[in-house]
C-alpha cells in the first residue's frame, strides 16, 4: 500500500497525544525522516527512532513503551484487544441502563449523572438493595407527590459520592476516549489503564481523591514540582548581573585608579526582598487532606522564601509554624499536629479565626507579607467574614485564596461568590493548579 | 560537508564498535539515537541524572570523530557575552589611549571592530571552526529561560549576527549535545528542536561490563559484586545523591588496589566514602541496608 508507513506512524502519533504526549508536527517529520535511515524490520531501533523524536519528557516514556507495545502488536492480539474493549464498552452500557431502570420515582427515573450511576452498580450488593430498597419505599408512601423527586435525588446524589470515595482505589470513572476511530478508541483505552501513567494523570487529580497507594507518589511529585520551582525564584532574588542601568557615581570611584579612564562599569541593581507567607489552612472535616498537601508544598520552596508562619483553623485559629520547623519528617509532623490539634475536623468559623490572627498575632501583619488561605469558603458567619477579610486585607501586601473547590462549581456557591468579590481566589483543586498558582501569582 | 570530516561513515555498527574500543560501554537505543542525530543534524539533547555519563558521551562522541570538543558550562546568569562573543573592551580602550593623537578618527574606528578586538566565545568559536566539531553545552537547565530561548535561535539556523561585523554563517555544522539534569522543564521550543535520549543508571550487566572496560585487572567476583552492590544502593529512597558510574569505577579502582578480591563488611565500610558523599546518605545507609546486609545479598543471588 502507498504511503503505508507514512499512515502509520501517523496513526501512532495520534495515539499518542490521546494518551497525553504533546507532539509538535516538526516532531512528526523528525519521526518519519529518522524512520527512512533505519531498517524498518528491527523492532528495537524503530521503537529508539520514535522515542528519540517525538517523547521528550522522561515521565512520559513509560506510557510510550506501553503504547508502542499495544500498537505495534501481533494482529490477533490487536483483534482480541479490540474485541475486549467492545465488550467492556457493550457491559459498561448495559450497567447504566440497568441502573438508570432501578433508579427511579413514581416511573420517571431520577436525573443522575453516568458517572453517578456507574457508582451505584460497583457498591456493595447489599448495600445497594438498600439503597434500592429505601428509594422504592420513599417513592410508594403515602403522601408522596412528584415534587418530592429533587429532595431524593439529593438524598442519593449524597449517598452515591460517599461511595465515590470509599471505592476511590477500584473505580475506574475516566471518561471513555473519544477520537472518532473505535480502533484507536480501543488503543487509547488499553494504554490508559496501566496505571503507570507517570505523573501525568496524578497532577490532574483532585487532591482529595488521591488514593492512599498513590501517595508515595504524590509527595515524590510535590517534591519535585517544588524543587523546580526553588530553581526558578531563587534566580530572581539573585543580584543581578545583567547590565541594565549605569552607576555612575560608583563606576567613577572605582575607575580613579585608571587615571578616570572608564575601564570597568558599574551597574545599579535593585534588590529584591523576599516575600513573607502567612499560611491559614482550612482543616475542617472535608479539607485535611488538601491542607497537608498545600503545606508539604509550601514547606519545600521554604529555602526561597522569606520566612512561613503557618496555622490551622476551624473554628478557630492554632499556630503550627514550631510543628513545621523542627525539620523532621514530615508525615510524622503532619500527623502529630492532626493529633495535638483541637482545631481539625471541625466546623468552619473564618471570621473568628481571623478575628484570633488580628488580636494575639498582630506583628507578624507587615507591608510585605502575603497570606494565603486554602480553604474550600465553606464557613459560618458569612458577612462577618468577608469584614474580616477585607480588614486584614487593610494590613498586608495581598491575601491569596486558594480555593479546592473545582472551579466549574464556583458558580453554585454563595460563599465563593462573595469572597471573590473580596480577595483574589485561584483555583488548587488539582496538584498542577497548585503548582501554576504558586508559579504565577505568589511571589511576584 | 565534504574534506576531512569524517574518516569513518557513520553507521550503528562503526559507532557501536568505536564506542567500545573507547570504553563507552551501552545499549543499543542510545546508539540509534546518536546515530540519528548524527545523520539528521539535529542537537541531541540528554537528560538524566547526574553521574550517569551524559557529559562522557559528548567527549566520546569528539573521539569517536577525532575533533575537538568545544564545552559551553552553563550556569546561573549565563549571558549572551559569555556564550557566544564579546568585544575585547579593555583592549579597545588601550588602543584608543595609545593612539590617541597620531590616528584618522575614521580608520581607528574601523579598527576598532574588527575581528582582532572580538574575544570569541564557545558557541561562535563552534560555528567558526574550519571543522566539524563536537559542540557540548553542558546543563542547560541551570540558564535562565531567556538564554534558552536565544540558544535555540542559534541551534535552529547556525548563524549569529555580530552588529559591526555583519553575519556569520557556520562553516560546518557542529554536531551539538545538550545535557540536563532536569532541574526545571526545559521549553517545549528548545526540546521540539532536538533528538531526544533520557539516560538511566546502567543494568546490573551494563554496569559490570562498564567495570571491566574501564578497570582491567579486576575480578569477575569482584566487578559483579560491585555492580549489584550499587544496583542495590540506587534502588533506595532515603539516599539522596545516587552513586554515579564515575563513582563506581572509583570504588572498584580503590578496592582492586587494597587486593581486594571479594566485596566483605570490612571493605565496605573502609570504602563506603568513595560511594556516598554526604553524612546523611551514609546514615541512611547503615540504617537501611548496612554493610553485613550488602554482602549478604551480593553474594546469595546469583545473577
Known sequence: MKNYLEINVVRFIHLLRHAGIRIGSGEVIDALNALALLDLSDRDAVKAALKATLVKRPGEQPVFNKAFDVFFAPPEAKEKQSTEYRQKLDEHQQQLEQAGEELSFQGTALDLSDKEKTVYASIPDKDREKLLDYINKTSSGKNVEQHFKPLLESVVKGSLSYWRKSLRDELDLSDRPQTGDQDIDALVDAVGSTGEGGFGSLLEEDMQNIADKDLPRAQALIRKLARQMVARISRRYRQSKKHKQLDLRKSIRHNIRFGGTMFRLRYRSRRVQKPKLILLCDVSGSMARYASFVLQFIYGIHAVVGSIESFVFSEDLERVTESFEQGANFNATMLDVINRSSEWGRGTNLAASLRTLRSKHAHILTGNSYVLIVSDTKTMALDEAVREVSQLKRRVKDIIWLNTLPQQEWEHGKTVQTLKNVVRMYPCNTLSELEAVMRRKIII | ?303
Open chain 2, 1 to 303: 560537508m565534504k574534506g576531512r570530516m569524517k574518516k569513518l561513515e557513520a553507521t550503528i555498527a562503526n559507532l557501536r564498535k568505536t564506542f567500545t574500543d573507547l570504553g563507552y560501554i551501552t545499549d543499543e537505543e542510545v546508539l540509534t539515537t546518536v546515530y540519528l542525530s548524527l545523520k539528521l543534524e539535529k542537537p541531541l539533547l540528554i537528560e538524566g541524572a547526574p553521574g550517569v555519563g551524559k557529559t562522557e558521551l559528548a567527549k566520546v562522541l569528539s573521539q569517536v570523530f577525532d575533533t575537538d570538543l568545544i564545552r559551553l558550562q552553563c550556569y546561573e546568569g549565563l549571558d549572551e557575552n559569555k556564550a557566544l562573543y564579546e568585544w575585547n573592551y579593555q583592549r579597545q580602550l588601550l588602543k584608543i589611549q595609545i593612539s590617541k593623537e597620531t590616528a584618522c578618527v575614521e580608520d581607528l574606528e574601523q579598527d576598532l571592530f574588527s575581528e582582532e578586538y572580538l574575544l570569541e566565545r564557545p558557541l561562535l568559536k563552534a560555528i567558526q571552526s574550519e571543522k566539524k566539531v563536537v559542540l557540548l553545552i553542558d546543563e542547560v537547565d541551570k540558564t535562565d529561560e531567556e538564554f534558552e530561548a536565544f540558544l535555540f535561535e542559534v541551534l535552529s539556523d547556525f548563524q549569529v549576527s555580530v552588529p559591526e561585523l555583519g553575519t556569520i554563517k557556520a562553516r560546518q555544522i557542529p554536531m551539538v549535545v545538550l545535557t540536563s539534569n532536569n532541574e526545571r522543564e526545559l521549553s517545549d521550543g528548545l526540546k521540539r528542536r532536538c533528538i531526544y535520549l533520557y539516560l538511566d543508571y546502567p543494568t546490573v550487566d551494563r554496569e559490570i561490563e562498564i567495570i571491566r572496560a574501564r578497570i582491567p585487572d579486576i575480578g569477575d567476583k569482584l566487578s559483579l559484586e560491585i555492580a549489584k552492590a550499587v544496583s542495590l544502593i540506587r534502588s533506595d529512597q532515603d539516599i539522596k545523591k545516587k552513586p554515579s558510574i564515575a563513582e563506581t569505577l572509583d570504588w572498584g579502582r580503590a578496592l582492586v588496589t587494597m587486593e581486594k578480591d571479594r566485596l566483605t563488611k570490612n571493605a565496605v565500610d573502609q570504602t563506603l566514602n568513595l560511594l556516598l558523599k554526604t553524612k546523611s546518605d551514609i546514615d541512611a545507609f547503615k540504617s537501611n541496608i548496612g554493610a553485613v546486609r550488602l554482602e549478604e545479598y551480593v553474594r546469595t543471588e546469583k545473577s
